[in-house]
């Protein structure tokens, strides 16, 4: 049996240590690495003061990592400079935000060639070989230049943005002619495949025909796999003692005021100063119900060497503030901001408690604590969840009260349904909902895309360089 090469920015053995989407994914890429017998590769996260390709060896949890560390510069140009601070901006449409910058674009391109110069030499010929996400764009090819002929399948995490704001990026098209060299490259939503579909066959002279995009003479598949959590786990997770116990405190501390509750990472995609507006909207529009509820935003911070994160905390800080002084009586305030990371079960005992779930990213590739929520909920009494139409997750969860995050009225108008429902429906929904998060879980979502990478054909020997 073939052996699986995982290749992503960073690496994380699942020792049940890690949290968040990097939790989830690690659990499910790990469960394939052993059955696969296979190996995880990418950036230590740390530094050195100069690149060797020194490769640091670790088994942990049945499963081999293999990771490198980067140069300052690396780091600078590649991680928080290209990947962070030009593709994830552009990607998620915001190209007011992204900066090009050619020393980004030469500092992303050397990192993956040192990536692929150091990870080559540990493939064998019968490997199948998966590159995670954004930051490894061009990694297949640089593999392919140094003779790899094996699959070697593409997932792309985030959204794959519309030709003409793709076209912005100044090495747009050769970026995107990196990705023939893969076999597979898989997206959460058919509306990111067909993005990526119209540019090849417009800006590529590609040819697309029963999911396979064809330039000249490669071929690669394209196809659908939208990311799962692993709800079984979840939901049990919401039924272990130490969330119960959170649970109780937090209906304790809500004084049977209804919780709204938002879980994101500090990141201007996930529509926290929409989400903060549209609340305020729904405090002013409904002077009768604004006191029986609250709204709770856990937001811990993340790349904080990026000044445009810099800027969406301060102006968090600011927006609630200044909510809450508009609102706040002696005894509620309206919202409750917090900046921390908490375990898994803190977190599933507070999704738990709370009977409106306000997730309002303005894009987001696929967007888990939309189903972590729903995988926390008492099934005989559950919470409402209102999503943005904007997010992947909303191809999928067609149950829940679909918003545009853009309009303060139209998540006011959400939350007021939310509110109001009549525990039949919200329990129909839910169930319906539940059922597409076990069916179409983590697990799931691995499998299908090294299904269709194990069956894709081996290429022929690539061309000497
Ligand atoms: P993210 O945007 O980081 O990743 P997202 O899907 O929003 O991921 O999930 C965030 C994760 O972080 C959730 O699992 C959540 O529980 C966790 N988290 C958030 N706040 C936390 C806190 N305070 N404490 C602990 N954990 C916290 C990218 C893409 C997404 C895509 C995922 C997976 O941007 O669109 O869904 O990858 O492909």
């Given at each position: 049996m073939s052996r699986l090469i995982v290749i992503s920015n960073r690496v994380s053995?699942?020792?049940?240590?890690?949290?968040?989407?990097?939790?989830?994914l690690a659990v499910a890429l790990t469960a394939a690495l052993r059955e696969y017998r296979g190996l995880w590769f990418g950036?230590?996260?740390?530094?050195?003061?100069?690149?060797?390709?020194?490769?640091?060896?670790?088994?942990?949890?049945?499963v081999t990592t293999a990771?490198?560390?980067?140069?300052?510069?690396?780091?600078?140009?590649?991680?928080?400079?290209?990947?962070?601070?030009?593709?994830?901006?552009?990607?998620?449409?915001?190209?007011?935000?992204?900066?090009?910058?050619?020393?980004?674009?030469?500092?992303?391109?050397?990192?993956?060639?040192?990536f692929a110069?150091?990870v080559q030499?540990l493939i064998e010929?019968d490997d199948v070989v998966w590159v995670q996400d954004y930051h490894m764009i061009?990694l297949g090819?640089e593999l392919r230049?140094?003779?790899c002929?094996n699959r070697i399948g593409f997932f792309l995490h985030?959204?794959?943005?519309?030709?003409?704001?793709?076209?912005?990026?100044?090495?747009?098209?050769?970026?995107?002619?990196?990705m023939?060299a893969y076999d597979v490259i898989g997206f959460?939503?058919?509306?990111?495949?067909?993005?990526?579909?119209?540019?090849?066959?417009?800006?590529?002279?590609?040819?697309?025909?029963?999911?396979?995009?064809?330039?000249?003479?490669?071929?690669v598949l394209l196809i659908?796999c939208?990311i799962?959590?692993?709800?079984?786990?979840?939901?049990?997770?919401?039924?272990?003692?130490?969330?119960?116990?959170?649970?109780?405190?937090?209906?304790?501390?809500?004084?049977?005021?209804?919780?709204?509750?938002?879980?994101?990472?500090?990141?201007?995609?996930?529509?926290?100063?929409?989400?903060?507006?549209?609340?305020?909207?729904?405090?002013?529009?409904?002077?009768?119900?604004?006191?029986?509820?609250?709204?709770?935003?856990?937001?811990?911070?993340?790349?904080?060497?990026?000044?445009?994160?810099?800027?969406?905390?301060?102006?968090?800080?600011?927006?609630?503030?200044?909510?809450?002084?508009?609102?706040?009586?002696?005894?509620?305030?309206?919202?409750?901001?917090?900046?921390?990371?908490?375990?898994?079960?803190?977190?599933?005992?507070?999704?738990?408690?709370?009977?409106?779930?306000?997730?309002?990213?303005?894009?987001?590739?696929?967007?888990?604590?939309?189903?972590?929520?729903?995988?926390?909920?008492?099934?005989?009494?559950?919470?409402?969840?209102?999503?943005?139409?904007?997010?992947?997750?909303?191809?999928?969860?067609?149950?829940?009260?679909?918003?545009?995050?853009?309009?303060?009225?139209?998540?006011?108008?959400?939350?007021?349904?939310?509110?109001?429902?009549?525990?039949?429906?919200?329990?129909?929904?839910?169930?319906?909902?539940?059922?597409?998060?076990?069916?179409?879980?983590v697990r799931?979502w691995r499998q299908r895309f090294t299904d269709a990478l194990m069956a894709a054909?081996v290429?022929?020997?690539?061309?000497?360089?």
């Open positions: 053995a699942a020792t049940g240590q890690l949290s968040g989407a990097q939790g989830g950036w230590s996260g740390e530094l050195t003061e100069e690149f060797t390709g020194q490769i640091n060896f670790n088994r942990e949890a049945g990771t490198v560390d980067l140069e300052e510069q690396d780091v600078d140009e590649y991680y928080n400079g290209y990947a962070n601070r030009t593709l994830w901006p552009l990607f998620h449409y915001r190209i007011d935000l992204a900066e090009y910058e050619r020393d980004f674009a030469g500092g992303y391109q050397r990192a993956n060639e040192r110069h150091t030499p010929p061009p090819l230049k140094l003779g002929r985030i959204p794959w943005p519309p030709r003409r704001l793709l076209n912005t990026l100044p090495e747009a098209r050769q970026l995107v002619e990196t023939f959460h939503t058919d509306e990111w495949l067909q993005s990526f579909r119209e540019y090849a066959v417009a800006e590529c002279r590609g040819s697309y025909s029963d999911g396979v995009m064809a330039v000249g003479d490669q071929k659908v939208p799962g959590i692993d709800a079984k786990e979840f939901t049990e997770l919401a039924n272990s003692e130490a969330a119960r116990g959170v649970c109780e405190r937090m209906q304790e501390s809500a004084n049977g005021r209804a919780m709204i509750v938002g879980v994101d990472r500090l990141d201007y995609s996930k529509g926290l100063e929409e989400r903060f507006l549209g609340y305020e909207r729904f405090l002013v529009d409904n002077p009768e119900e604004r006191k029986e509820v609250f709204l709770l935003q856990i937001a811990p911070p993340s790349r904080d060497a990026v000044e445009s994160y810099q800027r969406i905390r301060a102006g968090l800080e600011g927006l609630s503030g200044r909510i809450n002084g508009a609102h706040a009586d002696i005894d509620w305030v309206p919202i409750r901001y917090v900046n921390q990371n908490y375990p898994r079960d803190v977190l599933a005992g507070v999704y738990r408690a709370a009977k409106i779930g306000l997730v309002t990213p303005l894009r987001d590739g696929m967007n888990l604590v939309a189903k972590e929520f729903v995988a926390a909920q008492d099934p005989d009494d559950p919470g409402v969840l209102i999503l943005s139409r904007f997010a992947g997750a909303a191809a999928q969860m067609k149950q829940a009260l679909l918003v545009n995050p853009h309009s303060a009225e139209e998540i006011s108008d959400a939350i007021c349904t939310a509110i109001s429902m009549p525990r039949e429906e919200r329990v129909e929904r839910w169930r319906k909902l539940q059922k597409i998060n076990l069916e179409q879980d799931w054909p290429r022929e020997r690539a061309p000497a360089q």
